[in-house]
């Protein structure tokens, strides 16, 4: 099973600035089969990006999806804050299952 | 576009089981897989297994192997995940969501909107 470790744990900043989320995989994630999600309190999660680096459909420019050549290394990148972009992010392997797996979560908050 | 609903919150009995379910609508249900994945709360995610209703065929996370069965029915666009001996850890928002590509593990878009599950004496 791939673990997926996602860093910081929890990330303050302030709207108009620029957030980088990391997801790092124990292996690697075959065809850069990774997706992050956005989650807000009592809602389902949402997602923002697939295969690495490709918006899914309504997602706005400001978020962009990134990896590694090696196929471990993963990131989020939201370019400049809005105040509804403050939630929960989680990324998700879906290239080698079963079992897709997650990470545990990256919380983002207002400085 | 393609929406899926959930069934309503349910308290069980340690030891029982539930059995939620998740209809589409809008789209053709057998184009694509739908997985459910757990939440307890204040945790994370959890994938617990997903169906190819076209195929009728299922994969369970090895977590859930022995307690889940996922199955569909393609005449009312609807799939079901039964989770069985029920403990107060399966007390979670179980959600079901479509996953577009049939062939490979796929992400997941959209999701239903989240079914509360209690295990509670």
């Known amino acids: 099973e791939i673990v997926l470790t996602q860093s910081p744990a929890t990330l303050s900043l302030s709207p108009g600035e620029r957030a980088t989320l990391s997801c790092g995989a124990s292996q690697s994630v075959s065809s850069s089969y990774l997706a992050w999600y956005q989650q807000k309190p009592g809602l389902a999660p949402r997602l923002l990006i697939y295969?690495?680096?490709?918006?899914a459909t309504g997602i706005p420019d400001r978020f962009s999806g990134s990896g590694s050549g090696s196929g471990t290394d993963f990131t989020l990148t939201i370019s400049r804050l809005e105040p509804e972009d403050f939630a929960v992010y989680y990324c998700q392997q879906y290239g080698s299952s079963p079992p897709v797996t997650f990470g545990q979560g990256t919380r983002l908050e207002i400085k | 576009q393609v929406q899926l609903v959930q069934s309503g919150a349910e308290v069980k009995k340690p030891g029982s089981s539930v059995k939620v379910s998740c209809k589409a609508s809008g789209g053709t249900f057998s184009n694509y897989a739908i997985s459910w994945v757990r939440q307890a709360p204040g945790q994370g995610l959890e994938w617990m297994g997903r169906i190819i209703p076209i195929l009728g065929i299922a994969n369970y996370a090895q977590n859930f192997q022995d307690r889940v069965t996922i199955t569909a029915d393609k005449s009312t666009s609807t799939a079901f995940m039964e989770l069985s001996s029920l403990r107060s850890e399966d007390t979670a928002v179980y959600y079901c969501?479509?996953?577009?590509?049939?062939?490979?593990?796929?992400?997941?878009?959209?999701w239903g909107q989240g079914t509360l599950v209690t295990v509670s004496s």
């Open positions: 969501a479509r996953d577009p590509r049939i062939y490979d593990y796929s992400y997941s878009d959209p």
């Open positions: 295969d690495a680096s490709s918006r």
